[in-house]
């Protein structure tokens, strides 16, 4: 059974910067496409940064702002976090891209002044 575990969220204010760490047992970022995927109150878990091999792709939304990367030989994919705002509030989730099998526990990231 593959676990995903993301660290790093917290409460920071508008504009301020969080790092958001995802460690995975197993040699699963090696082997796949991964992603980070939010999901605030009341809305449906949306994907906000995904990264296959060395190519990158964001969400609308957060183009600029975030930043996807990983580190296979730790099986850690990070994603920095810059310029938040409110609407970035969210639960964080990483999981493969597609997403598949069980979600991690997730981390809070909450943005307010």
């Known amino acids: 059974q593959v676990q995903l575990v993301e660290s790093g969220g917290g409460l920071v204010q508008p504009g301020g910067s969080l790092r958001l760490s995802c460690a995975a047992s197993g040699s699963i970022i090696s082997r796949y496409a991964m992603g980070w995927y939010r999901q605030a109150p009341g809305k449906q878990r949306e994907l906000v940064a995904r990264?296959?091999?060395?190519?990158?792709n964001y969400a609308d939304s957060v183009k600029g702002r975030f930043t996807i990367s990983r580190d296979n030989a730790k099986n850690t994919v990070w994603l920095q976090m810059n310029s938040l705002k409110p609407e970035d509030t969210a639960v964080y989730y990483c999981?493969?891209?597609?997403?598949?099998?069980?979600w991690g526990q997730g981390t809070q990231v909450t943005v307010s002044s």
């Open positions: 999981n493969t891209y597609p997403s598949a099998g069980s």
């Open positions: 990264i296959t091999g060395s190519n990158t």
